[in-house]
């Protein structure tokens, strides 16, 4: 079992659209985690961090549940600009706290 | 944006040859990263730095040493080089682990080797 699934997509979908990702960890002894978006031919850039109270940022919203070892990001009134690759991202739950990324899901807003 | 840059952004070179790429900050932060992104994979961590001459291997360290003499400086260098390095590869930093331990990815080099 990969540490870190993500259904890979694509995700196509209009304008204006809600669209949800979710990804799921194996390391209950993970404690940071993470939503980064990637362009294609560009760096990983932080969407946001996920805390276990869920947290809110503009249209994108981020939900972490332990018990399931799930967490979730929503973007609400989808944009062209939306369209990139979005990283799942745990960190390993050791005492470096390394980060583990997943292969990422594929998100195409159409006009 | 993280004052994070790459040298080279690209290179090609031939199989046996050592390579050495090289990751700059003006952020002053502590912990630098060196990762490798292929298809298929998600990122995967190559070695790391605490400190200035504290590093650590990570996931796919074989074939690869790093050096930091500097705080701003992290350098990647593939002994001999080999096909299977071809990929792109991204350095990051960050002030803090833990919670508060975002990273931030420099710009990436695309790296070919034949």
């Known amino acids: 079992r990969k540490e870190v699934e993500q259904d890979p997509g694509p995700f196509n979908v209009p304008e204006g659209a809600t669209v949800a990702f979710n990804c799921t960890y194996s390391n209950s002894a993970s404690q940071s985690f993470f939503w980064y978006r990637q362009d294609c031919r560009k760096e990983p850039k932080l969407l946001m961090s996920v805390y276990s109270s869920g947290n809110e940022d503009g249209r994108f919203t981020a939900q972490l549940n332990r018990a399931s070892q799930y967490i979730s990001l929503l973007i609400r009134d989808s944009k062209l600009s939306d369209s990139a690759t979005y990283l799942c991202v745990v960190s390993d739950g050791g005492a470096t706290n390394k980060l583990i990324f997943g292969t990422g899901t594929l998100l195409a807003v159409q006009p | 944006d993280a004052g994070i840059t790459q040298s080279p952004r690209h290179k090609v070179t031939e199989t046996g040859t050592p390579v050495t790429l090289r990751c700059h900050q003006t952020?002053?932060?502590?912990?630098m990263y060196w990762y490798r992104q292929d298809p298929g994979h998600g990122l995967r961590l190559i070695h790391y730095?605490?400190?200035?001459?504290?590093?650590d291997k990570g996931e796919v360290s074989d074939g690869y040493s790093v050096s930091r003499s500097k705080t701003e400086d992290f350098l990647l260098t593939l002994e001999s080089a080999t096909s299977s390095q071809t990929s792109v590869y991204f350095c990051?930093?960050?002030?803090?682990?833990?919670?508060?331990?975002?990273?931030?990815f420099g710009p990436g080099t695309r790296l070919t080797v034949l």
């Open positions: 952020e002053n932060h502590r912990y």
């Open positions: 730095s605490y400190g200035v001459k504290d590093t």
């Open positions: 990051a930093i960050s002030e803090f682990q833990g919670r508060l331990g975002e990273q931030f």
